[in-house]
């Protein structure tokens, strides 16, 4: 079946590394995303990897996959009170027309200054 | 490029109203989608379209509508408002990467 866990909060201090994690079920996905939603705004798309990749690195923001563990994770480097959100992990699959995303549920991410 | 655009921003219904949230998008995306978003539980989906003129069902499509007239507005529909569907709505579409509306708001009294 299709799943998507992620831990429901996840507190740091400002300055430090945070470390957002997600498991999936679903081997067929395509692509794992992350996206940022803060409060009262849509979803943000922040980075994306390609199930064939290991690792991707964008500024302050690196997400590794382990295919085999069907495990992703993000990582913010300096963390900042601006990144006080909620974070989605989302599958992609791909199966006849759908090319639907599943979510999980979103870990709140708390800055502490 | 507007990206994508939800209206109306917040709406309060009363039980047994009906409403249509309408969805644009100006990036030429053949598929759109409606989820809605309630505390806890992520985002799921209702209904999606994946090009003018076709619709399909998602996860949770009990109690809505939705038709895709015009490849960029996707128009989700209810028919009588429950409680049950005070949620946040949001819709996307995508080309490769999927993009979201900034959410509709309804409240269902």
């Known amino acids: 079946g299709e799943d998507v866990e992620q831990s429901l909060f996840l507190s740091v201090r400002e300055g430090d590394s945070s470390v957002i994690n997600c498991t999936y079920t679903?081997?067929?996905?395509?692509?794992l995303y992350w996206y940022k939603q803060e409060p009262g705004a849509g979803l943000q798309l922040l980075t994306y990897?390609?199930?064939?990749?290991d690792m991707k690195q964008d500024q302050r923001l690196t997400v590794l996959l382990n295919k085999k563990d069907k495990h992703l994770s993000l990582r913010i480097a300096d963390t900042q009170t601006g990144d006080s959100a909620i974070y989605f992990c989302?599958?992609?699959?791909?199966?006849?027309?759908?090319?639907?995303?599943?979510f999980g549920t979103g870990t709140l991410l708390a800055v502490q200054p | 490029n507007a990206g994508v655009t939800q209206t109306p921003k917040f709406r309060v219904l009363k039980t047994g109203q009906s409403m249509t949230l309408l969805c644009a998008q100006d990036m030429n995306h053949e598929y759109m989608y409606w989820y809605r978003q309630d505390p806890g539980m992520g985002l799921r989906l209702i209904h999606y379209?994946?090009?003018?003129?076709?619709?399909a069902k998602g996860e949770v499509p009990d109690g809505y509508n939705v038709s895709r007239l015009k490849k960029q507005n996707f128009l989700l529909g209810l028919e009588s408002a429950a409680p049950s569907q005070t949620s946040v709505y949001f819709c996307a579409s995508r080309s490769g990467l999927q993009f979201f509306g900034p959410g509709t708001r309804l409240t269902v009294l």
């Open positions: 989302a599958e992609s699959l791909y199966g006849g027309a759908t090319n639907k995303l599943i």
């Open positions: 379209s994946v090009g003018e003129g076709t619709t």
């Open positions: 679903d081997s067929s996905s395509t692509y």
């Open positions: 990897i390609f199930s064939n990749m």
